[in-house]
């Protein structure tokens, strides 16, 4: 029996090198200096700027969700109870109609402008750049010779800057 490898003898294998390259082993590492560092600390300010925007965004819109939303429990809870009151009354049925249709719009209305996803959406924003803040923080705390490398560090909070601010741009 032929074995699958030795059918196709024009096949190669070719294992990568796992040593490292000439590349890396000529780089030299960027060290922090002051011009790294202040910019670490105007990110930090920038994100201090976009966090409480977000907040009170976030509370607005949940302040309108309970706004349209607690009516619509209230009201047919207030027409059950009181019910067997307001059937004595002449225009019950005008008035029960005009409770759950006043009931429908808020629904619908709560619905229509999604303000729980919108308190949701900028809740997670505000705590992304916190969560941002104190990774910079964090950062700034270490000694510089702790630090990673400042090349790739940089890079790598700005890519993360940059992604934060487009997610939270279309909120």
């Not at 002051?34 to 670490?40: G, I, P, S, T, V």
């Not at 709560?110 to 959406?121: E, G």
């Not at 940059?162 to 909120?171: E, G, K, P, Y």
């Amino acid at each position: 029996m032929i074995s699958p490898i030795e059918a196709e003898p024009d096949v190669e294998i070719s294992v990568m090198n796992r040593s490292a390259s000439s590349a890396d082993i000529l780089r030299n590492e960027v060290l922090w200096d002051e011009k790294n560092e202040n910019q670490l600390l105007k990110w930090q300010k920038d994100i201090n700027e976009r966090i409480s925007p977000h907040i009170l965004k976030s509370k607005k819109y949940k302040f309108l969700y309970h706004l349209f939303v607690l009516p619509t429990v209230i009201i047919p809870l207030f027409v059950g109870v009181l019910s067997t009151y307001i059937n004595q009354c002449k225009y019950a049925s005008a008035i029960i109609a005009v409770l759950m249709l006043l009931n429908a719009i808020l629904s619908a209305s709560a619905i229509f402008f999604k303000f729980n996803k919108k308190d949701v959406d900028h809740s997670n924003a505000a705590c992304l750049y916190d969560k941002m803040k104190l990774d910079l923080e964090h950062l700034l705390c270490l000694h510089k010779r702790d630090r990673p490398a400042a090349d790739v560090t940089m890079l790598e909070y700005k890519m993360k800057l940059q992604r934060l601010h487009h997610a939270s741009s279309s909120i």
